[in-house]
């Protein structure tokens, strides 16, 4: 059940998502691929915004959990230009939003490297800090 979650957050198909979660108590949220890609990975990846809305409700779900580059799913999420997934990450206050990569660089890094302006301008209006540095250059 732990790749079918997987699967299902990659499509964003929220109905079997809820029905793995509900009817297989023994499902491990934080399942990972060969990669070390989560079921919250897919879902931010492909642009899943309540697949990755119902993962952040999880109580198991470990927002923070890095893939085998160090990336974390808020990184990702913003190196990626996902807007609408930062913003739900954003809300949620265990999203460490300043954890850096494996390279160093921090998400608002990653974000600003690609332009991603309108992402940029959610996360000053959500008041959440922001490490404009990176590893060794604060």
Not at 2 to 24: C, D, P, V
Not at 98 to 123: F, K, T
């Amino acid at each position: 059940m732990n790749r079918e979650l997987w699967l299902a957050a990659e499509a964003g198909n929220i109905q079997e998502m809820e029905g793995i979660l509900r009817n297989n108590g023994k499902v491990a949220v934080n399942w990972r691929n060969h990669d070390g890609s989560s079921a919250l990975f897919q879902a931010r990846f492909y642009g899943q915004d309540a697949a990755v809305g119902l993962l952040l409700a999880h109580p198991d779900i470990d927002v923070n959990l890095k893939d085998k580059y160090g990336s974390t799913p808020f990184k990702v999420a913003c190196s990626s230009g996902r807007t609408a997934c930062v913003r739900l990450m954003l809300k949620d206050s265990r999203v460490m939003v300043n954890e850096h990569s494996s390279n160093g660089y921090s998400p608002l890094v990653w974000a600003a490297s690609y332009g991603y302006l309108d992402l940029i301008r959610w996360w000053i209006a959500s008041g959440r800090e922001m490490d404009l540095g990176e590893a060794g250059n604060p």
